[in-house]
Every structure is written in structure tokens, then in C-alpha cells.
């Protein structure tokens, strides 16, 4: 026998109905962040509409998930509950749209940002060997350097961590920053002072400064051990144009090895102290994890290889 329209498949204690989406997800950020005014800027809507949409939804399942003490909040035993499902339904949601849309793009051009310098003397000259391995990979090269937005066309990004990772992006670490003073090598024994098996900087040798990184040399100086070099020199507006005026004799820059191991093998400079990490490293920034099988994790595994 089949129940009619006014059965008790009607009866509040078989409705199923889930609250509204936007109340769900309002409730999930504030649990997860323990503030309302973290969650609103997350979700980009304001402290009211958080605070609104979360009191909707305790009205409507007719229990308290927050306990509200002074200007912060803690999550009741039931609020926990309905925390981890709502996490971890979200959580599916969005891996089936990163699925998706990782599928989008293997059928279109990917943008990849990289920091200028590194794109120019690291990234540039080894391409076409991913190309080589990965045809079927179509990969947009853009120069770019700290922060970026994913929402403005960027689909990766290649950057050394000195900035705060916004909320939400994922960093895949590709490599340390190794630094050390660089110059033409027959400028070595005008410029340094060799005392038997080390080499030390002159104080009177011409230093090359860049804009864009104006700490480098106190920055190896504290990870090298070294005095920080007090002599003058020519200032440059960005880091490439330093260490092309180490190529050609102006002074000695602070060069990062990956961005002068081309020059050194090829003789045209010399890093007389070697390298030394100064604590940065250079990461892939991605809006969601990277999955091994997928292109990303294809392009990832190889500049990895690189390092």
C-alpha cells in the first residue's frame, strides 16, 4: 500500500531537506577559521551576512553551533559534528571540480608565471626540453614577480617565498635558494683575496645592487658568516640587469646559483666564495593540491628534475 500526498512522507520527522548553500558554507569557514571576520573576508562577503546566515541556520536545526564568549567563538559538540560532514562534503566538491576542470585544461593553453630573472637564465633555456618530453602539454610562459591573483588568467606560478602564500594556494617546493658573491673571472684576483684554500672580498670592490632584491648582500653576509660589505657601488633597477653588469666587469653581485650555473659552467663568470642557502626557497604555486598523474604533476616532477 502506497502512501497518498498527505501521508506521512509530509511529517517533519522525515523532512530531509539541507539548509541553504550559502548558509552551509558561511558555517563551514567560521569553524574552520574560529572567526566570523576571517570567514567573511574568505568568502567576500561581510561580518553581518557570516554572523546572519550562521543564526539562520542554528534557528533552523534549532540548536546552538557556536559558543559566542567575548569576540571569540568555539564550537559546540553539535556544531563539531556538523563541521566535519559539511567539511568533507565540500571537500568532494571541490575535487570534482578540480577534476573538471583540470580535464578543461589539458584541452587548452595553461598560463605559468615565473619571477623575470629565474624565467630568463633558468626556465627559457631548458623549455624546450619539456616541450620535447611533453607535446601534448600547451603551456603559456608569463614573466611575473610577487604577489599574483589565480582569478587573473594565471594558472601556475614559479615564486621565491618571500611574501606571505595567500589563503587557499598550494606550494609545492622546488628548490633552496643558494647565493654567493659573482664576477668576470679575470676579475677574481683584483677583486678577492685568496688565503690559502678561501677566498674573501676586498672592502674596496665595486659592489652591483639591484631594486628588486635590495637585502641581498646583507642576506648572504648573515648566511655566509661574512661582514656585511660596506663599499658603494651601481644600483640597477632589476636583479637581470645586476648580474649582466657582473658579465661585463662593472663590479661583483650577489647571484642565486640557479639563475648563474649556465654562466659558470660556460666560464663567462666566477663564484670565487660559493654559495650559500640564505633561507628562501623558490615553490610552484597552484589553487589546488597537484595530483601526480595529472600534467601538472608532470610539469612539477620536471622542474624538480631540474634542481
Known amino acids: 500500500m502506497f502512501p497518498n500526498k ?5 511529517s517533519p520527522l522525515n523532512d530531509v531537506r539541507l539548509p541553504s548553500l550559502l548558509a552551509l558554507r558561511c558555517f563551514e569557514a567560521a569553524a574552520r577559521l574560529e572567526n566570523f571576520s576571517r570567514a567573511a573576508e574568505e568568502l567576500h562577503l561581510t561580518h553581518g551576512a557570516v554572523s546572519r546566515a550562521v543564526r539562520l541556520l542554528e534557528d ?7 559558543e559566542r564568549r567575548s569576540r571569540r567563538v568555539f564550537l559546540t559538540d553539535a556544531g563539531r559534528k556538523l563541521a566535519k560532514a559539511v567539511g568533507n562534503g565540500l571537500d568532494l566538491m571541490r575535487q570534482a571540480v578540480d577534476e573538471l576542470r583540470t580535464n578543461v585544461r589539458q584541452g587548452r593553453r595553461w598560463v605559468l608565471s615565473c619571477e623575470p630573472t629565474l624565467l630568463m637564465r633558468w626556465l627559457i633555456p631548458r623549455w624546450p626540453d619539456f616541450q620535447t618530453q611533453h607535446s601534448d602539454i600547451d603551456v603559456q610562459l608569463v614573466a611575473g614577480g610577487g604577489p599574483f591573483s589565480f582569478s587573473n588568467g594565471i594558472d601556475l606560478a614559479i615564486r621565491r617565498d618571500d611574501f606571505p602564500k ?9 628548490f633552496a635558494e643558494k647565493v654567493g658573491p659573482v664576477c668576470r673571472p679575470d676579475k677574481v684576483a683584483a677583486w678577492f683575496t685568496t688565503n690559502k684554500d678561501c677566498n674573501t672580498l676586498k672592502p674596496d670592490s665595486p659592489r652591483l645592487h639591484t631594486r628588486t632584491r635590495p637585502g641581498a648582500w646583507s642576506e648572504w653576509a648573515t648566511a655566509a658568516g661574512q661582514p656585511v660589505p660596506e663599499a658603494q657601488g651601481h644600483t640597477f633597477e632589476h636583479f637581470y640587469f645586476s648580474l649582466q653588469a657582473a658579465v661585463s666587469g662593472l663590479g661583483v653581485a650577489i647571484g642565486p646559483w640557479h639563475l648563474v650555473r649556465d654562466d659558470l659552467a660556460n666560464g663567462v663568470l666566477a663564484a670565487p666564495m660559493g654559495f650559500v642557502e640564505d633561507g628562501s626557497r623558490y615553490c610552484l604555486l597552484s589553487p589546488q593540491p597537484i595530483q601526480p598523474a595529472n600534467p601538472q604533476g608532470n610539469l612539477l616532477a620536471w622542474l624538480r628534475a631540474l634542481a
Do not use: Q, R, V
Open 166 to 174: 595567500p589563503e587557499g594556494y598550494h606550494a609545492e617546493p622546488l
Open 6 to 10: 498527505n501521508s506521512e512522507f509530509k
Open 60 to 66: 533552523e536545526l534549532g540548536m546552538p553551533l557556536f
